[in-house]
């Protein structure tokens, strides 16, 4: 044995009996065991780990106590035995006592050193408690490669830079949890998101490929701040458990493009997923209308074998855009009026002197002051008609401030007022089709019929008012409209015939109220269509037990036991009973096939709160065919982007970090978040947070509003 190794070792087990002050296994120690010493040092020990083989006593005539030879020891000291004559220990540590005799053994304490809250976490006698035992102690052994990927993903979930692993403050705090962690930079961030986005890849394209029905597309156009512009595709499918699945496919940099360079990135990308013979519709911008060949994008999804549409019907424009649009054209109208009331609510909130004083007008117009009055968004429109309509109710309170308060400068006129009413009642439908698409966040098909006919039948009745301002905003409102429900009213009919509150009944109705008489012609259009699509699921018709083709079928099974057929008549008397012959064909009955079956059975409430994907799944094997189609139609989304970002025109724009990455990083995170995020975006601010009622607030309360920093924040 190396006896220098030994010297060392007795050496440290004295100093550390000593400090325990147990002189008695100080002793122990000197006397009654050798150690052999493993080649292996500790890191961040000066002294090396000994392994005890075995405990040698020396010869002596005295019998004596056996040895202490657990290391737990060095944590625990005897104590005198009780009342009730049983031995104990107690922790040095935190005290806690504990039975001891050779029947209960050392288990109870190697338990407990390891949720010892005073023990040191780093200390050489974990290391010695390992040698007998293979259970992890306390602390566990830090997974840098885990730590990473969660950093990764909580990066990708609350939209933060890259960077972040480089800032002073960041860093200090995550190493002050544990000094030796490895946080990289953000290259090395760069390369770990890209890694894993191949990982995601690979299992979204799998799930792509195993859908067995049709695959629908959007196509939006995104920009950086250095103007560069992006493509955005993503797809949506209901899955075999009738959820509707939304994944982002690509986020690419597109260089100056002609009218064929968009197209042929699209087919591309489906050829790369594998999903180029599944695509049933794609749904664009007016922007990405404009800017590239839509027949070219036509006949190449009509030359795959997954759509269901002709060419009028592939390539869809999104509706969200297009009541935006109208929406914005109505706001136009009354710019002046609405900068009046933004003014107006500021002045009212600026001073609690001002606050109680509006509300005493309040009071004494007999108002309900519980509606309250709320600040917009300038780039959410629907922000603006909350505020406009809440400053609507509160109309005589305004007017009463005005008489009472010299300094109050911009209350509307009495004209303005009124004008502000009219157009209000306008973009109130307008208002109450974005709140249906808000109630889920990616809107099933059925939804968009009911509400865009509502805002079609508003504005051709407000045609005939009065008002000749009115008027001409409601005509050139229609217009607008006009052009997305004379493209696009056939394939959003077919797609509420298939909620069953409302069928084709409800589309036979819609269309008599816009057209009178002449509503019969498109009803039938529909119809012929819906069939039309449906024989594309149905199974051949089957026919009824007794129809002719089944006698026929007896007679020839039963031919053999006639000897010969029968003629009791000559051919010319044959001839003459032809006519009857071709009676019975007359007589074959069809079954009704599954549509039928289902457009027979009668509708449930329309006021019912119904999951139209829920009902699917709960009757698909009812109409197993009808719900085929209802998966590939219900779908199909007629917006290209969510319901918030939808009504915010300033949307789709990268921020100033995302607009500074490389474009395959920038790529492969914001498709790795979708994937493994989903609609999980904490960073967005709804509207109603952002429109708080001012009655609500103290007067020191801000709003923080998207991209502007509080006071004395010069980050």
């Known amino acids: 044995m190396n006896a220098r190794k030994f010297d060392q070792l007795e050496s440290h087990q004295k100093g550390k009996a000593k400090k325990m002050g147990d002189q008695t296994?100080?002793?122990?120690?000197?006397?009654?065991?050798?150690?052999?010493?493993?080649?292996?040092?500790?890191?961040?020990?000066?002294?090396?780990?000994?392994?005890?083989?075995?405990?040698?006593p020396k010869k002596s005539s005295t019998k004596r106590n056996r040895r202490l030879t657990s290391a737990v020891w060095g944590y625990f000291e005897l104590l005198p035995p009780g009342k009730d004559g049983r031995q104990r220990c107690k922790c040095r540590n935190c005290g806690t006592s504990y039975l001891y005799d050779s029947k209960f053994g050392t288990g109870n304490m190697k338990r407990h050193l390891k949720t010892c809250w005073k023990r040191e976490a780093r200390d050489v006698g974990q290391l010695l408690l390992r040698q007998y035992d293979t259970t992890p102690c306390s602390t566990p052994k830090f997974d840098h490669e885990k730590f990473k990927e969660i950093l990764m993903e909580a990066i990708m979930l609350h939209d933060l830079p890259l960077q972040i692993v480089e800032w002073v403050?960041?860093?200090?705090?995550?190493?002050?949890?544990?000094?030796?962690?490895?946080?990289?930079?953000?290259?090395t961030m760069g390369d770990d998101c890209i890694t894993m986005y191949r990982r995601e890849k690979a299992k979204v394209r799998a799930i792509l490929r195993a859908t067995s029905n049709r695959i629908s597309l959007t196509y939006d156009l995104w920009s950086s701040l250095n103007t560069d512009d992006y493509i955005c595709l993503t797809a949506y499918f209901i899955d075999n458990n009738w959820n509707l699945q939304k994944k982002v496919l690509n986020f690419c940099l597109v260089p100056p493009h002609d009218e064929t360079s968009l197209a042929q990135k699209l087919q591309d990308f489906l050829v790369d997923w594998g999903i180029d013979s599944k695509v049933s519709t794609i749904t664009v911008t007016s922007a990405l209308t404009n800017s590239f060949s839509v027949e070219l994008l036509k006949s190449q999804l009509n030359s795959s074998k997954g759509s269901l549409w002709d060419s009028d019907y592939i390539c869809l424009q999104c509706c969200a855009h297009t009541i935006d649009l109208i929406a914005q054209e109505g706001l136009k109208e009354i710019a002046v009026s609405l900068h009046k009331i933004r003014e107006s609510i500021k002045y009212i909130k600026g001073s609690e002197t001002i606050e109680q004083k509006f509300f005493e007008c309040v009071t004494r117009s007999s108002l309900d002051d519980k509606i309250g009055l709320r600040q917009d968004v300038p780039t959410w429109w629907s922000?603006?008609?909350?505020?406009?309509?809440?400053?609507?109710?509160?109309?005589?309170?305004?007017?009463?401030?005005?008489?009472?308060?010299?300094?109050?400068?911009?209350?509307?006129?009495?004209?303005?007022?009124?004008?502000?009413?009219?157009?209000?009642?306008?973009?109130?439908?307008?208002?109450?089709?974005?709140?249906?698409?808000?109630?889920?966040?990616?809107?099933?098909?059925?939804?968009?019929?009911?509400?865009?006919?509502?805002?079609?039948?508003?504005?051709?009745?407000?045609?005939?008012?009065?008002?000749?301002?009115?008027?001409?905003?409601?005509?050139?409102?229609?217009?607008?409209?006009?052009?997305?429900?004379?493209?696009?009213?056939?394939?959003?009919?077919?797609?509420?015939?298939?909620?069953?509150?409302?069928?084709?009944?409800?589309?036979?109705?819609?269309?008599?109220?816009?057209?009178?008489?002449?509503?019969?012609?498109?009803?039938?259009?529909?119809?012929?269509?819906?069939?039309?699509?449906?024989?594309?699921?149905?199974?051949?018709?089957?026919l009824h037990p007794g129809t002719k083709t089944g006698i026929v079928a007896n007679n020839r099974s039963n031919k053999g036991s006639f000897s010969a057929p029968e003629r009791p008549f000559s051919r010319a008397t044959d001839d003459f009973f032809k006519e009857f012959d071709s009676l019975a064909s007359e007589d074959i009955v069809l079954q009704k096939s599954q549509l039928e079956l289902y457009l027979d059975d009668p509708r449930i409430d329309r006021k019912t709160g119904l999951d139209i994907l829920s009902y699917w799944k709960s009757n698909q094997f009812k109409y197993p065919e009808v719900a085929a189609m209802a998966r590939d139609i219900l779908g199909i989304p007629f917006s290209t982007v969510t319901v918030e970002s939808a009504f915010d025109e300033s949307d789709r724009v990268l921020d100033r970090y995302q607009s500074a990455l490389n474009s395959d990083i920038l790529e492969a995170f914001i498709c790795t978040r979708d994937w493994l995020c989903g609609d999980n975006d904490t960073t967005k601010q709804m509207l109603e947070e952002l429109t708080k009622n001012i009655f609500q607030l103290n007067v020191n309360d801000k709003v923080k509003l998207p991209g502007c920093s509080m006071p004395g924040n010069h980050t």
Not at 424 to 442: P, Q, R
């Open 25 to 56: 296994d100080l002793n122990s120690i000197e006397q009654d065991a050798f150690y052999v010493i493993n080649d292996t040092a500790i890191e961040g020990n000066d002294v090396e780990i000994a392994t005890e083989i075995s405990v040698a």
């Open 169 to 187: 403050g960041f860093r200090d705090l995550l190493l002050y949890l544990c000094p030796d962690l490895q946080l990289g930079t953000r290259n």
């Open 383 to 542: 922000s603006t008609f909350i505020m406009l309509d809440n400053a609507l109710s509160y109309r005589e309170a305004f007017m009463l401030l005005d008489i009472s308060d010299i300094n109050y400068k911009d209350c509307p006129s009495k004209s303005e007022w009124d004008n502000l009413e009219k157009i209000g009642k306008l973009l109130a439908v307008f208002y109450d089709i974005h709140c249906v698409f808000s109630n889920t966040k990616h809107p099933t098909a059925n939804l968009y019929f009911p509400a865009i006919f509502s805002a079609y039948l508003t504005l051709k009745e407000e045609m005939g008012s009065e008002d000749e301002c009115l008027r001409a905003l409601a005509a050139y409102m229609l217009s607008l409209l006009e052009k997305y429900w004379s493209s696009f009213n056939m394939i959003l009919a077919i797609a509420v015939i298939l909620d069953p509150r409302y069928k084709f009944s409800f589309v036979e109705w819609c269309y008599k109220k816009l057209y009178g008489d002449g509503g019969a012609l498109n009803s039938m259009n529909v119809k012929e269509k819906l069939y039309s699509l449906f024989s594309m699921y149905a199974s051949p018709p089957k």
